[in-house]
């Protein structure tokens, strides 16, 4: 059996023709499942017929909820899904004033190794599809019973790893007969995987690439980041260039604080010395803090300097607002210690 949510609504009209159904039929399907009716007996207008032979070629494939924090303030959700392999992954929703964002996962585990985040300690288990990518929003909308309007794929998993998927999550999502969501409001964060940086400005969409840079030169990305040891942080800013030419979209360069290692004035220097000319912004991160590390958050009035510093030297430069810490919003950690706790 297939998962609907991997195909597209054209594909559901062609499986229907096929089938000798009537086309507009498959419309009607997905206007159900957006709507939050992931039963096909409970699509009440269509032929009962109709719904047995798709239930014998189809499955909805939302994720069970295993646990659902939500935090002191109310402004962010975490979710803790379960796919029907019995595999986790988490996804986290903040409202904001103009709209309610989620962050969804790519991958079950993520083999990058990034020394920072909690979903890589493991390794990976294997890919989402992108209909499993898909499932996370549509369960989420169902859990608080709100229109999702922003998506950024920054959870579990490196996106560019699992490319096609990601790429086909971001055109089903987009679709006006899908959840209908402007390509403006995607944002794709990446550790900075040269190639598909540009084979991603190759596809002429208008999302928003953000590049997890976290250090200031080879050497230090290096001790964090091993996927540094493959790409230079000089390659990575000719692709940007090159992805900036293609689509006229600024470049988002994520810069997580960590207390006595890249939050220096030097640092700050060298930083705006290797973006001077070029179209983008910085997200400050204050470090989420792990068990599984010792890296500490730079201060407050710290990363208040290192923006000042940046600002000086004309980069457009936003402190991320920290939400969730209450609830270990941070990527892996819910569903880490949730396998820990059955062991």
């Not at 969501?181 to 540009?198: A, D, E, M, N």
């Not at 050497?219 to 692709?239: D, F, G, H, T």
């Not at 640092?267 to 973006?275: G, K, Q, V």
Request: glycine share 4%; hydrophobic share 35%.
């Amino acid at each position: 059996m297939e998962n609907i949510l991997d195909i597209s609504i054209e594909m559901l009209k062609n499986w229907m023709k096929e089938k000798g159904e009537k086309q507009f039929r498959a419309k009607q399907v997905f206007d159900w499942i957006y709507k939050g009716i992931f039963e096909f007996d409970d699509m009440k207008n269509i032929p009962k017929s109709t719904k047995e032979i798709l239930k014998e070629n189809f499955y909805i494939g939302i994720p069970k909820t295993v646990a659902r924090l939500e935090s002191k303030e109310k402004d962010t959700y975490k979710f803790l899904f379960a796919y029907r392999d019995g595999n986790l992954i988490e996804s986290v929703v903040m409202k904001y004033k103009h709209g309610n964002s989620i962050c969804v996962s790519t991958q079950i585990g993520c083999r990058m190794g990034c020394k920072f985040c909690a979903s890589t300690i493991n390794g990976i288990v294997r890919n989402l599809t992108s209909g499993e990518i898909l499932a996370q929003i549509l369960a989420a909308q169902k859990e608080i019973n709100e229109r999702i309007s922003n998506v950024v794929l920054m959870g579990s998993g490196e996106p560019f790893d699992n490319y096609e998927n990601v790429v086909k999550f971001i055109k089903l999502i987009n679709s006006e007969n899908g959840l209908n969501i402007g390509q403006r409001h995607i944002t794709l964060s990446t550790c900075g995987i040269v190639p598909k940086i540009k084979t991603l400005a190759d596809e002429n969409l208008q999302i928003t690439l953000a590049i997890s840079l976290h250090a200031t030169n080879d050497e230090l990305r290096k001790q964090v980041m091993p996927v540094a040891n493959k790409y230079s942080i000089s390659e990575i800013m000719e692709a940007c260039r090159y992805y900036i030419n293609k689509t006229n979209r600024r470049v988002t360069f994520e810069y997580a604080l960590v207390k006595d290692f890249n939050d220096s004035f030097e640092n700050a220097e060298e930083l705006a010395s290797l973006l001077r000319g070029l179209l983008c912004h910085v997200n400050l991160i204050p470090v989420n803090e792990i068990k599984e590390n010792d890296f500490k958050k730079s201060t407050n009035d710290n990363i208040k300097k290192f923006q000042q510093r940046l600002l000086k030297h004309n980069i457009e430069t936003t402190i991320r607002k920290e939400m969730g810490s209450d609830i270990n919003a941070a990527c892996g950690q819910l569903r880490r210690s949730y396998i820990e706790s059955k062991v």
